[in-house]
């Protein structure tokens, strides 16, 4: 999608600073690629799948200096995590040359 659509899809999916901390990297494409997997893996965690108002920029993964993803959620899927009564949600991401794969997970109010 990057080599076919170049910015117009990195724009549409990432938001200003994901686009920053993959490019400050060396292997960019692979840290794209891990955004990617855990902006489905987290929607996969709010049990909604793709749907009106809802857009990839609304799930946004950012960096603690030591290196752990952090979610930031935005727009249409801050709604839904409100409704749900999602009070974290956490996310692990790897990547290599070929594969990308990430988990969430949501906690809230209806665990305890
Ligand atoms: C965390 C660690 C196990 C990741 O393993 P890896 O073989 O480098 O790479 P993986 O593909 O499995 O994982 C990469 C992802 O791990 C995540 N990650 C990095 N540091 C992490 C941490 N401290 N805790 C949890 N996840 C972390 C990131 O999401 C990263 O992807 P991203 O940079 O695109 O967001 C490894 O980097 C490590 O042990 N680091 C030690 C701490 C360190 O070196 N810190 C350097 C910065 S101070």
């Known amino acids: 999608m990057i080599e076919r659509h170049g910015d117009l899809f990195?724009?549409?999916?990432?938001?200003?600073?994901?686009?920053?901390?993959?490019?400050?990297?060396?292997?960019?494409?692979?840290?794209?690629?891990?955004?990617?997997?855990?902006?489905?893996?987290?929607?996969?965690?709010?049990g909604t799948g793709w749907r009106r108002g809802i857009s990839w920029r609304d799930i946004e993964i950012l960096n603690e200096p030591g290196g752990r993803p952090v979610v930031n959620i935005h727009g249409g899927a801050r709604l839904v995590v409100e409704q749900l009564g999602i009070t974290r949600m956490q996310v692990s991401i790897s990547h290599c040359r070929t594969h990308a794969t990430a988990f969430a997970v949501a906690t809230g109010s209806d665990e305890e």
């Open 10 to 46: 990195i724009n549409r999916v990432y938001t200003p600073d994901e686009i920053r901390y993959c490019r400050n990297r060396k292997q960019t494409t692979e840290h794209f690629t891990g955004r990617w997997a855990a902006k489905e893996a987290v929607l996969k965690a709010l």
